[in-house]
């Protein structure tokens, strides 16, 4: 799908779910997404995650370690409830076993930690049908308005950006 076809409503309507235990990763990759134009909400455990509403189109960004529900048997309740979202898998602790088992169930990626945010947005823009030219505009938006020139250098100010926006 080219950025000319893709409707910008439907880009309105997608909802960003991410459950991380960590509240740094969940704050920080929230603050990211939504400067790129994303609605996200983010949860702290599994099982916040499944008493929320699902109504709403868009994609799950998942953690594979947490403490109760894992992020595996997270990706196994979803399929027997028949929750049909995109997931987008983040670790810490990569394994192949985990890597594999997850996309055999489905999932559309599978990222390490600290998570690449081009590549995490390019996952998220193939998923929901927007073009990765789409999502480098966005950036390079941001860029221009924080006057930096690399995604390392956003993620080193996010801890001063979230104090200013009060978060």
């Known amino acids: 799908m080219t950025e000319s076809e893709f409707d910008p409503a439907e880009r309105d ?3 960003i779910r991410l459950v991380d235990d ?4 969940r704050a920080a990759l929230s603050l990211m997404l939504e400067i790129e134009g994303w609605r996200c909400v983010s949860y702290a455990s599994a099982r916040e995650f499944l008493v929320e509403n699902m109504d709403s189109p868009g ?3 998942l953690d594979v370690r947490m403490p109760g529900m894992s992020g595996l048997e997270l990706q196994q309740a979803m399929e027997e409830r028949g929750i049909e979202l995109p997931v987008i898998f983040l670790t810490g602790h990569g394994d192949l ?3 594999i088992q997850s996309l055999k169930r489905g999932a559309v990626d599978f990222l390490l930690k600290p998570v690449d ?3 995490l947005l390019a996952a998220i823009a193939s998923e929901l049908g927007i073009s990765e030219r789409t999502v480098q505009g966005h950036r390079a938006k941001i860029y221009r308005k924080f006057g930096i ?3 390392r250098v956003l ?3 996010l801890p001063d950006i979230m104090r200013l926006i009060g978060r």
């Open 13 to 15: 309507s997608a909802l």
């Open 22 to 25: 960590e509240p740094d990763v």
């Open 155 to 157: 993620e080193a100010m």
């Open 59 to 61: 994609c799950l960004v």
């Open 97 to 99: 076993d985990t890597a």
């Open 149 to 151: 020139h690399s995604g």
């Open 117 to 119: 945010d081009e590549k």
